[in-house]
């Protein structure tokens, strides 16, 4: 399995902007459903927005809005583009590739968002 990299991750104040990247396996990208989760101190991790092979899209409620996913299968690369963070929206975010029997995931990228 090729694993995921992340980058982009960092520390921001309340209302501004990051922009997560995520670099995947080319020989089944443009297949596979992707995915972005957070976990944040003392939680469980849960999926904050995901987009499938049609580009399809998914958001968690406290997300929708402010964050966009999007893809770029000739590159195989995912991106997280998040506006307006909220202090809330702090913790460790991981990508997530899943097709078929596969779910590979990234080591994770720190966000903080700081009031």
């Known amino acids: 399995q090729v694993p995921l990299v992340e980058s982009g991750g960092g520390l921001v104040q309340a209302g501004g902007s990051l922009r997560l990247s995520c670099a995947a396996s080319?020989?089944?990208?443009?297949?596979?459903?992707m995915g972005w989760y957070r976990q944040a101190p003392g939680k469980e991790r849960e999926l904050v927005a995901s987009?499938?092979?049609?580009?399809?899209?998914n958001y968690a409620d406290s997300v929708k809005g402010r964050f966009t996913i999007s893809r770029d299968n000739a590159e195989s690369a995912v991106y997280l583009q998040m506006n307006n963070l909220k202090p809330e929206d702090t913790g460790i975010y991981y990508c997530?590739?899943?097709?078929?029997?596969?779910?590979?995931w990234g080591q994770g990228t720190q966000v903080t968002v700081s009031s």
């Open positions: 997530n590739q899943k097709w078929l029997g596969l779910d590979v």
């Open positions: 080319r020989s089944i990208f443009k297949l596979s459903v």
């Open positions: 987009i499938d092979r049609s580009d399809s899209t």
